[in-house]
């Protein structure tokens, strides 16, 4: 096994585990330094057979078609990644009486923590030699009042995102490239 080599301009075929297509700013930062052909990381679905029972793919023989894909594309690298995403509530001192309507304004009454851990996986299509990345988890916390509560979370989960594919593709091209990583 070699260790994998990132070059500018390399194509990469990029893949958000589960989801029909990548996250735009992922493809967006790779995109400053790569190549990037956005890939569907939802599997093929599982398929019945003649008796009734459901026929489960090999891991190998879907690694080997992917890895055909990526040539048959001209992709030199697969890469695929996920994210974890990790909460927590506080409830603060005001719960007790954010229901009490108070003119035109609410009572903040809770603070969401949340942590966002980005998993990478590298594949050169050529050899097939592989390596995983974990950058460091991305968190953050936003105090939140209950009719936008929602809101809130959406803009704290969309901000998490950004700042882990910036810092997943910073730590990606420091181990794996051969260009220089700007702060």
């Known amino acids: 096994a070699k ?6 301009g390399n194509s990469i075929l990029l893949i958000q585990s589960g989801a029909m297509f990548p996250d735009g700013p992922m493809v967006g930062e ?4 790569f190549r990037i052909v956005p890939f569907s990381g939802v599997p093929p679905a599982t398929r019945l057979s003649r008796i009734g029972q459901l026929e489960n793919r090999e891991a190998g023989s879907l690694s080997r078609s992917l890895r055909l894909a990526a040539a048959q594309g001209g992709n030199d690298i697969i890469l695929c990644y996920w994210g974890i995403l990790e909460s927590e509530n506080a409830k603060l001192v005001t719960k007790t009486v954010s229901w009490v309507p108070v003119v035109n304004w609410i009572v903040p009454d809770e603070k969401e923590h949340m942590r966002l851990r980005l998993k990478l996986a590298l594949v050169d299509v050529r050899t097939g030699d592989w390596a995983m990345l974990s950058p460091d988890p991305v968190d953050d916390s936003k105090i939140s009042r209950s009719p936008r509560r929602n809101v809130a979370d959406q803009k704290l989960v969309e901000s998490l995102k950004q700042r ?12 794996y490239a051969e260009i220089a990583v700007l702060n």
């Open 164 to 175: 882990a594919y910036s810092a997943g593709a910073k730590e990606l091209l420091r181990q």
């Open 3 to 8: 260790r994998i080599r990132l070059r500018p």
């Open 30 to 33: 790779l995109s400053k330094h």
